[in-house]
């Protein structure tokens, strides 16, 4: 069984930075992508950013691009993501996630099978 815990939501200012970090369970870690999604209130989930399984390649929504940095170390069965430039309308609950080995589409929730429990977080402007 696969565990994904998420931290370092909070309370920032717009213009401000925050660090996301998700610790997963299990020997598997490094043989898989990851991603970051997140669901505002009232709004349907989004995909934020994935990660291919040695970090080679990384992808973002076209509205974090430039400001958010997804990353991973396999060594610590962790990824992060960098969230810099902060607006109000990145608050939302951010989820890791664990993308199935075969997919077409990494965008789509459907295409991860592990997900974690979420983490709040606030852009104040």
């Known amino acids: 069984q696969v565990q994904l815990v998420e931290s370092g939501g909070g309370l920032v200012q717009a213009g401000g930075s925050l660090r996301l970090s998700c610790a997963a369970s299990?020997?598997?870690?490094?043989?898989?992508?990851m991603g970051w999604f997140r669901q505002a209130p009232g709004k349907e989930p989004e995909f934020v950013a994935a990660?291919?399984?040695?970090?080679?390649?990384?992808y973002y929504r076209d509205s974090v691009d430039g400001r958010f940095t997804i990353s991973r170390d396999n060594a610590k069965n962790t990824m992060y993501l960098q969230m810099n430039s902060l607006k109000s309308e990145d608050t939302a609950v951010y989820y890791c996630?664990?993308?199935?080995?075969?997919?077409?589409?990494?965008?789509?929730?459907?295409?991860?099978?592990?997900w974690g429990q979420g983490t709040q977080v606030t852009v104040s402007s």
């Open positions: 996630a664990r993308r199935r080995l075969y997919g077409s589409n990494r965008s789509s929730r459907l295409e991860y099978d592990y």
């Open positions: 299990g020997r598997t870690f490094s043989s898989y992508a």
């Open positions: 990660i291919s399984w040695n970090g080679t390649n990384t």
